[in-house]
């Protein structure tokens, strides 16, 4: 398997486990109101905003997602998966290797004390799928303390479900 299907099967499952995650917070009100889960849901849709919005060079913008409620993040995460996917499906392996610079990496820099690299762009496709992963667990833990039973997003669970496509509720 190389990179371009390895990122591919990543963007693939992202979209689909995020779909996943809304399904189970959708229509419930102790969480479709809860102010700590939509914080997490919203910054997991802002990074990967922001990341297609530097592979595009187009303006970031970090407020976008700060006001949604439950229903509009579902419409804004769907369409960022739509323009990931085709983003991503005219990818060729050699752009992978192409050096993205992050509008942030000063901050980052003075943060953690060094200068940082920079990355590629099929690393900078990786990181948005890990960094999704992560947040997701804090998001399925946050239901769960809301009193919902939270879905199984691993990759590997997609895998045995035979890599369905996402469902999005209210389209």
């Known amino acids: 398997m190389d990179a371009t299907a390895i990122i591919e099967e990543l963007v693939q499952h992202t979209e ?33 905003k922001a990341f297609l919005d530097v592979w595009l060079n187009r303006p970031i913008n970090p407020h976008v997602t700060d006001l949604f409620n439950a229903l509009e993040l579902v419409g804004f995460a769907k369409l960022v998966h739509r323009e990931i ?4 499906n005219a990818l060729s392996p050699a752009d992978l290797d192409r050096v993205v610079h992050l509008p ?24 948005v799928a890990a960094h999704s992963s992560y947040h997701r667990g804090q ?14 997003t691993d990759f590997i669970a ?4 035979h890599k369905p496509t996402p469902v999005w509720l209210h389209e």
Do not use: C, Y
Request: proline share 5%.
């Open 16 to 48: 689909w486990a995020d779909a996943v995650v809304f399904a189970a917070i959708l229509g419930k009100p102790q969480a479709e109101e809860d102010e700590v889960l939509l914080k997490r849901v919203r910054h997991i849709h802002l990074v990967q």
């Open 85 to 88: 996917q085709e983003f991503q």
């Open 104 to 127: 942030w990496s000063g901050q980052v820099s003075l943060t953690l004390g060094f200068e940082i690299a920079n990355p590629s762009l099929g690393q900078t496709l990786m990181q």
């Open 139 to 152: 998001v399925n833990t946050r239901l769960r303390e809301l009193g919902i039973d939270p879905p199984m």
């Open 158 to 161: 997609w895998i045995w479900a």
